[in-house]
Each structure stands twice: as C-alpha cells, then as structure tokens.
C-alpha cells in the first residue's frame, strides 16, 4: 500500500511538472475539452431547474407534494363540519369560492362569469344581495369586475406558495376588520388596473354591499381573476349558511398535510351525513418523472457526443505529446523507471487536465447562473436565490474524469511501452 501510494504521489508531482512544462498544450487540450464538460454541466443544472420550475408551477396553481386535496360540494351542513373541524389548526386548510363583483352597484361586470380580461366566455349571472340571479346581459353595462373570491379559515402558503407581487400579505393572528382585506391576483389587478371602479363589493345572499380593503398582489398562477379574503372577516357580513348555499355557484376545498388527521376525522364525518368527496394527493414529481428522465436522457446524449470531441482532442494532443518526450521516458525506463509508473505520469497529466477544465466549466455555470438570477430574478420568481445545484457540479467533476481516463488512455500505454533501448539511438 505504501508503495503504491508512493508511485501515486510521484506521478502526480510529475504529472504537474509536465503541465507547467507544456502550458500550450495543457491549454489547447482544456479549450477542446471545455465545450464538452461545459455541456454536460449545463445540461444538468438545466434539469433540476427544470425540475424545480415544473414543481414550482404545479405547487403554485394545486398544492405542495404529499398534500391531500379535499373537493366537496357546498352544502351547509357540510360546510359547517369542515369549518369546525379545521378551525385554529396549522395543519389543514378550508378554502370556499364565492362569486363576487366589485365596483358599480345594479350593472353588468365588463367580465361577466369572472373570465380573463383578454377573453370574453360570454354568459354570467348577477346576484343582488338577498335577491334572485339575472343573467349578466340583461344588466346594462357599467364599471365593474367579477372575480373568484375564495375565502380562507387560514394561511394557504404553506400548502400553494403564492408568489407575493406587491403589498402584504393576510395577517391571519390580528382581530377581524369589519372592512375585509383582500388580495387579488395578478389577471384581477390587471382588470382593476384597467378598468377605474368604486370599491364596493356584492356577494349572493350577503346581507349588504361590502367595502374592501386592498393590500396586495400574488401570482397565484390562475388564468382568472381571483382574489383571497380571510373568512372570518368575511362572515360577518354573511348571514347563516349563506356561504355554504349551493346556488350561489360556490366551490369548497380542504388542503391537508401530509400525516394529518384531519382527513381521516373529516371524511368520517362528512360520511356519516351523506356527503361525497372527491380526495386526491398531489404527487406531481412522480408523474412527471418519466417526461423529466426522458428529456434529459436526450440532452445528456447530446451532451456526451460534445465531450466525445473533447476527447479526440485531448488524445490526440496526448499522443502528440508522448510522440515528443519518447527518449525522456526511455532514459526513465533505463535508470529503473516502472512501466506502471510511466503510464500513470502521462494518465496524471490528462487526469489533472480534465479536473482543471471541470473547475473552470463548474465555475464559469455557477457565475452565469448567478448572473440569470440577478437579472431575471424578478421577472421570473422561480429564478430567484437561485443555487447552483450541486449535482451539476458532480456531474461536472466525473465528466473530467472520464474524459482524462479516455483521453489518457492510450497515450499512457504507448509511453508504457516504449523500450530501453530507445535512449541509445538518442
């Protein structure tokens, strides 16, 4: 074991002093392998951003994986057991979707069925406090904008991420404010930026006109214009049930984390009266899984047949090389020099050439990715604090390594073999 470690350390000092001795060809070999160990680096950073953007819109528009989704239909009793059993807990989240329309009182929204700005779905009813539902067109025409409110009994971020834009956040530990605060998401800011319309609120069956408060923006990543309220501020101005009536065209979702009780005391309870559930867990990685694996199979192939030219480059400079210094290793081999120790001299210089040029492609990916973040950082929320992930530097690393064993190759047994005798006719 000494031994061995002792014709290790010599040939990686001979190794570094033939790299100094021959700067140019160290450095034409680094430059005909950088492509190619810049391209697998690349492509595996590339693959777990991708990863983390794909789970990152996912989490964004259903929920975090391992969480269990919880769809009921609205119904008061129902609503009434999924509000009491989640009440004051961390660990789960109701979430009721109302229809509402903010600005001109008695008209029609400018988006009748809370549709896109840009899109028209057509339709839509409006609903007057206590009042029956008319469609939308037989109301004349004025400034106001229907949104999606969905009223929440707690903190969703844990369970969806929204992405904050500007203002603040729902401060859910404060006292109710009899002015409900709301943030909207980015296609309803875009309607109000729009259109100018009064802050006055109507929901069906509520008991009177609401008066907002606005206090910031998300990416909630829904095409629709939505907007978020506390429920409890919201409550007050519903009279009993009303939240729960089921003509009113209202939706109710039950966010669970995972190894929670609460989904198994819920859909006890919700079954002992009746009602139908609809339960999924989110598992987006694992379905997306093989699309990822596939795609990065076919850039790591290109990649790899990039790195195969840094090879021939390496070798064939290697060869060059060995072609110069054929009387030095000759007159090593006469004065006792080992064969092995020979091939491993050579293999060092590949060996350390592929890890200097793995250095310098790892280095170079780190900063420019560092640069993205910096630049589209706020364009582009997924980008920002963005790391470099550590198994593209691996990847990195073995792809040096494997490109100095391959390059060095043959060039270590050529040197291996040549014979004593070839110092003499030096």
Do not use: H
């Amino acid at each position: 074991m000494r031994r061995l470690s002792g014709r290790l350390r010599s040939a990686l000092i001979i190794g570094l002093q033939g790299i100094r001795a021959r700067k140019m060809r160290t450095l034409l070999s680094m430059v005909s392998l950088f492509l190619g160990v810049l391209a697998v680096v690349v492509v595996q950073a590339g693959a777990s951003i991708a990863d983390k953007a794909l789970l990152s819109d996912i989490e964004l528009t259903s929920a975090v994986d391992g969480t269990t989704i919880i769809n009921l239909p609205m119904q008061p009793k129902a609503t009434d057991i999924v509000l009491g059993t989640v009440k004051d807990r961390s660990d789960a989240v109701a979430m009721l979707s109302l229809q509402a329309i903010i600005g001109e009182p008695n008209v029609a929204p400018v988006n009748p069925g809370a549709s896109p700005f840009d899109e028209d779905w057509g339709g839509g009813m409006v609903c007057y406090g206590n009042g029956p539902c008319e469609p939308a067109d037989a109301q004349p025409k004025g400034q106001a904008v229907e949104v999606r409110l969905t009223a929440m009994t707690g903190d969703v971020r844990p369970f969806r991420p929204l992405r904050p834009r500007t203002g603040e956040w729902l401060e859910f530990g404060s006292v109710p404010s009899m002015a409900p605060r709301i943030i909207v998401n980015r296609e309803a800011a875009k309607g109000f930026e729009r259109y100018k319309v009064p802050a006055e609120m109507r929901i069906p069956g509520a008991s009177a006109n609401i008066t907002p408060q606005f206090v910031g923006v998300v990416d909630d990543g829904d095409i629709q214009p939505r907007a978020y309220v506390r429920l409890d501020e919201l409550a007050t101005w519903l009279p009993g049930g009303t939240a729960a009536d089921p003509n009113a065209g209202g939706e109710m979702q039950v966010l669970v984390s995972p190894g929670s009780p609460v989904e198994q005391v819920l859909s006890t309870k919700l079954k002992a009266i009746g009602s139908e559930t609809w339960v999924e867990t989110v598992d987006a990685k694992k379905q997306m899984e093989s699309q990822l694996k596939l795609l990065r199979l076919v850039f790591l192939a290109m990649a790899s047949l990039v790195l195969l030219i840094g090879v021939a480059g390496i070798l064939n400079v290697g060869l060059a090389t060995v072609g110069e210094r054929v009387e030095e290793f000759a007159l090593r081999r006469a004065v006792g020099t080992p064969r092995m120790l020979l091939a491993g001299i050579v293999l060092a210089e590949t060996l350390l050439t592929g890890l200097f040029t793995a250095a310098v492609a790892i280095g170079l990916s780190a900063a420019g990715l560092r640069a993205v973040s910096m630049l589209f950082g706020d364009s582009e929320p997924f980008l920002q604090d963005l790391q470099f992930p550590w198994e593209a530097g691996i990847a990195g690393i073995i792809a040096g390594l494997v490109a100095g064993i391959l390059g060095g190759f043959i060039p270590a047994l050529r040197a291996a073999g040549i014979p004593i005798a070839t110092v003499m006719r030096a």
